[in-house]
């Protein structure tokens, strides 16, 4: 299947809004759960992982916000590299920027297709950052000590990255301004809003939801919800 093929299986005709206690989503139509339920992402996985359904837009779930202000945004890239940087909202914008486009999916069942971000990759801050062989991790870092670890591979994965803009526009506070984590195939819990470090680490860390109860690896196609 061609790539416009995959990104074109999930969208379509015939939604039906929902009001889900005055909450600001809707609930895609049946139809389109099937299909999206129906289609191989290239990774040979189904769209939709289990017990998941759709909604058409990111719900904000809440969390401790941090400073929201671009001019006071301060990124530290650390831990297990041989060059540790820190970077101003500015340099972050000077960086090689991304687009992508991703499904989301929520440990509360919701997911979203073709959600759209803005930002730098992973990636790029990992070899600016040089990452020691040692670093097995990243921990990422967020406002009122909220964090959340990856393992470094599925961490340097190509749609793993640090976004500002969310549809085009900068991010709103309630979901992350101004720079938040996305790691589109783990729960979206993995993914730190108010964003402000990025520490490879030789050794696991549980994060808040980790340490919490949730599960440590969180794989939506495993139904990895609860440790
Ligand atoms: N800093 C921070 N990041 C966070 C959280 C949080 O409480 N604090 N909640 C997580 C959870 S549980 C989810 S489901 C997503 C929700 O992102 P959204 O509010 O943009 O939908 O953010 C994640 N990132
Ligand atoms: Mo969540």
Known sequence: MSRRTFLQAGLGAGVLVVGLGGANY??????????ARATIRPDGRSRLPPHQYLIRKLKPM?????????????????????APF?????????????????????????????????????????ERARVKKTARYVIF???????????????????VMVAHKHQGKSLALSHGAPVRAVIPDLYFWKSAKWLTGIRFSARDEP??????????HGDPWKDERHG
């Open 207 to 216: 994060g808040y939801w980790e340490a919490r109860g949730y599960h440590n």
């Open 86 to 126: 820190t970077l101003s909202f500015k340099d972050l914008l000077a960086m090689p920027q991304t687009e992508l486009t991703c499904d989301v999916h929520c440990v509360t069942r919701w997911t979203v297709l073709d959600a759209q971000f803005t930002g730098v990759r992973l990636l790029d801050l990992a």
């Open 141 to 159: 870092e967020a406002a009122n000590e909220y964090t959340s670890n990856v393992r470094l591979r599925e961490a340097l994965a190509p749609n």
């Open 26 to 35: 809707a609930l895609a139509d049946l139809e389109a759960m099937n299909r």
């Open 62 to 82: 809440g969390g401790s916000a941090g400073d929201a202000a671009p001019g006071n945004f301060r990124l530290k890239v650390h831990g297990e590299v041989e």
